[in-house]
């Protein structure tokens, strides 16, 4: 698992750069990358309103990408690099895969799953918790600012 900090900044530059795609689509500017063994193995951007998916959230399309890669549908030893906190369906599907591991660069105060409105990841409640680290990149929350912005306009 990933845990220096120049190495999750050249992640989230990743994570970045998928959420800018999703932007430039119209559509919620959030991404998100999959790490297993220092190697991205997956990247996502939400598809939400290009793909009519409610479903089209960028982590859970990153989890099926890195299912496909790995042959495994438990991601145990996999980190996911998100420029959002998760929302409850996202994280849902983060337990059901077992991931490793989650760094976020903003917090989602509408529907956040992790700190801001309930922490579904590390719940006792659930036979899976996964290992979070909020990871504060002001980039994160300024392109959904510009996205939203924008949107109003």
Same mark, same amino acid.
């Given at each position: 698992?990933?845990?220096?900090?120049?190495?999750?900044?050249?992640?989230?530059?990743?994570?970045?750069?998928?959420?800018?795609?999703?932007?430039?689509? *119209?559509?919620?500017?959030? /991404? +998100?990358?999959?790490? !297993?063994? &220092?190697?991205?193995?997956? =990247?996502?951007?939400?598809?939400?309103?290009?793909?009519?998916?409610?479903?089209?959230?960028?982590?859970?399309?990153?989890?099926?990408?890195?299912?496909?890669?790995?042959?495994?549908?438990?991601?145990?030893?996999?980190?996911?690099?998100?420029?959002?906190?998760?929302?409850?369906?996202?994280?849902?599907?983060?337990?059901?895969?077992?991931? *490793?591991?989650?760094?976020? /660069? +903003?917090?989602?105060? !509408?529907? &956040?799953?992790?700190?801001? =409105?309930?922490?579904?990841?590390?719940?006792?409640?659930?036979?899976?918790?996964?290992?979070?680290?909020?990871?504060?990149?002001?980039?994160?929350?300024?392109?959904?600012?510009?996205?939203?912005?924008?949107?109003?306009?």
């Amino acid at each position: 698992m990933i845990v220096q900090g120049g190495l999750i900044q050249s992640y989230m530059d990743e994570a970045l750069n998928c959420a800018r795609v999703a932007y430039d689509n *119209g559509d919620v500017p959030v /991404g +998100a990358i999959i790490v !297993k063994e &220092g190697n991205i193995i997956a =990247k996502a951007y939400n598809r939400k309103e290009k793909d009519l998916d409610v479903l089209g959230h960028a982590e859970v399309i990153a989890i099926k990408e890195a299912v496909k890669v790995t042959g495994d549908w438990r991601l145990n030893d996999c980190t996911m690099i998100c420029t959002l906190e998760p929302c409850p369906m996202c994280a849902g599907t983060m337990l059901q895969a077992r991931l *490793g591991k989650l760094v976020y /660069g +903003a917090y989602d105060l !509408k529907w &956040g799953a992790h700190s801001t =409105k309930l922490n579904l990841l590390e719940s006792d409640q659930f036979n899976h918790q996964v290992d979070v680290m909020y990871f504060p990149d002001e980039r994160c929350s300024d392109i959904l600012k510009s996205f939203f912005k924008q949107l109003r306009t």
